[in-house]
Nanobody, 116 residues
Framework: QVQLVESEGGLVQPGGSLRLSCAASGFTLDYYASGWFRQAPGKEREEVSCISSSDGSSYYADSVKGRFTISRDNAKNTVYLQMNSLKPEDTALYYC?????????WGQGTQVTVSS
């Protein structure tokens, strides 16, 4: 059974850091580009970052560039998102998926709340 499971998010103060992980099962994640997405209340889901399957090159949305870092551990079939200098506007439900996304691969997501 194909599954992508995000790690627990949390409540973080502005300026803080958090690392999310996404573990894949039922398929080999490194065959695909992988991405992190987020959806804030009242907004559409947006792609935050992605990492290629071939050379490890990455993409970041302008809103997170310089603060977030995506990485992958193929041996663990896992992709990570290191989030630093978090801002209240980073508050959202975060998801991982392959890129282009596959609808049946969406998981439950993990809530990240940035607030003092």
């Amino acid at each position: 059974q194909v599954q992508l499971v995000e790690s627990e998010g949390g409540l973080v103060q502005p300026g803080g850091s958090l690392r999310l992980s996404c573990a894949a099962s039922g398929f080999t994640l490194d065959y695909y580009a992988s991405g992190w997405f987020r959806q804030a209340p009242g907004k559409e889901r947006e792609e935050v970052s992605c990492i290629s399957s071939s050379d490890g090159s990455s993409y970041y949305a302008d809103s997170v560039k310089g603060r977030f870092t995506i990485s992958r551990d193929n041996a663990k079939n896992t992709v990570y998102l290191q989030m630093n200098s978090l801002k209240p506007e980073d508050t959202a439900l975060y998801y991982c998926n392959v890129v282009p996304s596959i609808s049946r691969y969406w998981g439950q997501g993990t809530q990240v709340t940035v607030s003092s």
